[in-house]
């Protein structure tokens, strides 16, 4: 049985394609997070982080199709990683949106963020959520 089940397990592992990366400092928020992505079920390996940095790292050895990224957090804010994400020509990221309790006028204050970058207030509602990583595989996949 236990043969079975690992056999299985690795054929679903083979079946993801796609990795999504959040960023978020509050361990409430990354539970919570991890907590719908295993409801939805969405075909996906979800990484989670806890600063910019770790962000980083994680974008270059899975490669996520999106990263959902908070602005405010301590060591490497969104904003740096952002920053570096977008000027580093050998790493794509296909889609990054941020999820944050920061103003727009807060968000300017600190040098903005990229056009192309939606911005979400905290707490994004869940539906929408879905929505952007579903939107997000389907454009992946073409």
Do not use: C
Request: glycine share 6%; proline share 7%.
């Amino acid at each position: 049985d236990a043969m079975l089940a690992g056999q299985r397990s690795s054929m679903e592992e083979r079946a993801v394609t796609h990795s999504v990366l959040i960023v978020e400092d509050e361990p409430v928020q990354r539970e919570m997070y991890r907590l719908k992505f295993a409801e939805w079920a969405l075909p996906v390996n979800l990484y989670l982080a806890q600063d910019g940095f770790d962000g980083l790292v994680m974008v270059g050895k899975y490669a996520p199709v999106l990263v959902i990224a908070d602005l405010s957090m301590p060591g490497m804010d969104g904003f740096e990683m952002i920053r570096r994400l977008t000027r580093n020509t050998e790493i794509s990221v296909p889609a990054i949106i941020v999820v944050t309790a920061l103003a727009a006028p807060e968000i300017e204050a600190h040098g903005g963020l990229p056009a192309d970058i939606p911005v979400y207030s905290k707490p994004i509602p869940l539906g929408v959520l879905k929505h952007i990583v579903e939107r997000t595989l389907r454009q992946s996949a073409r």
